[in-house]
Each structure stands twice: as C-alpha cells, then as structure tokens.
T-cell receptor
C-alpha cells in the first residue's frame, strides 16, 4: 500500500490548452474522488466513482471538466480549454466507501494557467 | 448556505500548549460524519480524527481529541502538548449520507506553533 498517487505534481499550461491529471488510488479502495482547492479555501468536491461508475458529476465546475475511471482502478481528470480561473490544486482521494470509512488523499496536482 | 464554519483564520500557539480549533456545522440529517484533516505546506491532506453523529464518546487519536457537542452542532479539535510539526492548515469536514458521498470542507485554520 503506497497511498494515493497523483501525477504530475505540478503543471503549467497556456490558456486554452487541454490538461489531464492522473490519480492512482489505494488498490483495495473501490471509491475515488476528485476535489479542487483554490488558494485560501478548503477543498471543493467535484465528482466521485464507485469502481468504474461515475455516481456524481453534477458538481463538476463546467462542461470543460470531465473525469474517467475506465477499469475501476486509476482515474483521469481532464480540463479542456483551460482558463486562468482553473489555476488551483486538484486533489484525489480514495475510500472503501460507507461509514465509518475515511478518505485517503493524494498530494495533489498544482495547475497554473498562464 | 455554508455547511462548515471555521471562525479562526489563523492561530499562534506556544509549543507544548494545548490548542482548540473551532468548527461548527449545519445539517438536517441525523446521520453524518465529521472529520478533521491536517494540510502541511506539501499539500497532502492528512486524516486526523473522525466522529460519527451517533458516537456517544468523543473521538480521540493520540494527541488529538474531538470535542463533539451535538446540540450545538460543534466539533472542535483539541491538540494537546502542541509540537512545532503541528504547524499547518487544519480543515474540518462533514460527510452527509444523503449527499453525493463527498466531503464538505470549511475554509480552514492556519495554525502556527511558536518555540
């Protein structure tokens, strides 16, 4: 068990470009979550998967954001046509699901849009 | 409406003193869970302690304890014998079973331990 792994740790991109982040959860965890954290704020929940099914996506910030977990293992979060307001830390977490299980977070991907 | 309120943006505490970080929450559900996480400058969210709404005893984990006052909707984190390594952002969060299984976080408290 090596924890939740996120890649890359940092990403700098030009406005209008597409970016994709990867998250590898703890192997026995069937639930995977994505959060966005802007400066000075707590993380904001975006979406989550149970195995390969995306059970909540209404909180994705716009239709430029999408996430996949095709085989129920790793997940990707894609942002299309990035804007400067997308600059933030993107955190991934995984869980066994249900009370009282908690969430294990990765170290995040810090996105800077220039 | 804000569901998690942390009223202390920043705190300075002397090393070895106890510190209480405030958290109030708002929910109409009877069953819910409350979490505290620590976020050092590296960015990772480190789980500290969990309290279920039906737990009769206050949760404790080593130097961390949660002062849970259900009627007041309060879930304050108490750190005993603070250490320099405790300096970090601290977030209170709530999980609601009727929600989307995600956590709702407060804005956090920046704790600085002074030698």
């Amino acid at each position: 068990d090596t924890g939740v792994s996120q890649n890359p740790r940092h990403k700098i991109t030009k406005r209008g470009q597409n970016v994709t982040f990867r998250c590898d959860p703890i192997s026995e965890h069937n639930r995977l979550y994505w959060y966005r954290q802007t400066l000075g704020q707590g993380p904001e929940f975006l979406t989550y998967f149970q195995n390969e099914a995306q059970l909540e996506k209404s909180r994705l910030l716009s239709d430029r954001f999408s996430a996949e977990r095709p085989k129920g293992s790793f997940s990707t979060l894609e942002i299309q046509r990035t804007e400067q307001g997308d600059s933030a830390m993107y955190l991934c977490a995984s869980s066994l699901g249900g009370f009282p299980y908690g969430y294990t977070f990765g170290s995040g991907t810090r996105l800077t849009v220039v | 409406a804000q569901k998690i309120t942390q009223t202390q943006p920043g705190m300075f505490v002397q090393e070895k003193e106890a510190v209480t970080l405030d958290c109030t929450y708002d929910t109409s559900d009877q069953s819910y869970g409350l979490f505290w996480y620590k976020q050092p400058s590296s960015g990772e969210m480190i789980f500290l302690i969990y309290q279920g709404s039906y737990d009769e005893q206050n949760a404790t984990e080593g130097r961390y304890s949660l002062n849970f006052q259900k009627a007041r909707k309060s879930a304050n984190l108490v750190i005993s014998a603070s250490q320099l390594g405790d300096s970090a952002m601290y977030f209170c969060a709530m999980r609601e079973p009727g929600g989307a299984d995600g956590l709702t976080f407060g804005k956090g408290t920046h704790l600085i331990i002074q030698p």
